[in-house]
């Protein structure tokens, strides 16, 4: 219960990694809002920690969105007078080959990747800065230290998102708001599912631990993170991907 009485936010929670995070958050008591595009899918997160007795609630917001997020911030520090976590989750892919990919997957890719969290960090950590308090975990890849084929959107928004870490990790530090960034390999999930078979098993194969991540192994990770216990831990990017290499 290392966050008994925290306030967290996590992006994209309606599925996915995003919702093994929210629940690992929750179980570890803190009072969880559940943010996804696909409001249906955060209500129905929420209400599930709701019956597992933890405090919970659900907003539809699309995170690139300054209104919406703006919006969202009002709601939670409305409903419970602070936010001392953010987890900026929410992510998509667009893959295809660089001379295939259209100006739609690249914009879209980066929208929802990075400017989103360009946009909640920065609604979050004013209110973070007031209060001389809160931590910030943004979810990058192995596809932004690394590259991968068919996804130079997706590397470059995600080693954008390194580049945001370490710039703000410099900013924010003195004003009691660390960040830092989890970085995960190859992990079972619905966008993992849409990767073609052969690709698949040449992406396991570089796996030494000879498997796939789980979302909760993220989740435990991003716990970390949030918690007092990574107090001196500020602008890195966590690598949690079985020591997979490229
Ligand atoms: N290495 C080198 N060249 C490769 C390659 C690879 N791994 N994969 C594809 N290519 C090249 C080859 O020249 C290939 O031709 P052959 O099939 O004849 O060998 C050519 O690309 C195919 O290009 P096309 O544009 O014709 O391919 P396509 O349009 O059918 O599909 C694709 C392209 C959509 C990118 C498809 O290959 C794909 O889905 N790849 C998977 C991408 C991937 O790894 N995504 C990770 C998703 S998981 C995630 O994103 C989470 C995370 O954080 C890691």
Partial sequence: MRLLERVAVVTGAGRGLGAAMAERLAAEGACTVVVDIDGEAARRMAKALVERGHDS???????????????????????????????????????????????????????????????CTQEVARHMVERQKGRIVCVSSISGNEGNVGQANYS?????????????????????????????????????????????????????????GRPEEIAAVVAFLASDEASYVNGQTLNVNGGMYV
């Fill in 57 to 119: 609630l659900a907003v539809a917001c699309d995170v690139a969105d300054r209104t919406q997020v703006a919006a969202l911030v009002r709601r939670v520090t409305d409903r419970f007078g602070r936010l001392d976590i953010l987890v900026n989750n929410a992510g998509i892919t667009r893959d295809a080959t660089f001379l295939k990919m259209t100006d739609e997957q690249w914009a879209s890719v980066l929208d929802t990747n990075l400017t989103s969290m360009f946009v």
């Fill in 156 to 212: 470059a928004s995600k080693a954008g998102v390194i580049g945001l870490v370490k710039s703000l990790s410099k900013e924010l530090a003195r004003q009691g708001v660390l960040i830092n960034a989890v970085a995960p390999g190859f992990i079972d999930s619905e966008m993992t599912a849409q990767v073609p078979e052969k690709i698949r098993d040449k992406l396991l194969a570089r796996i030494p631990q000879g498997r796939s």
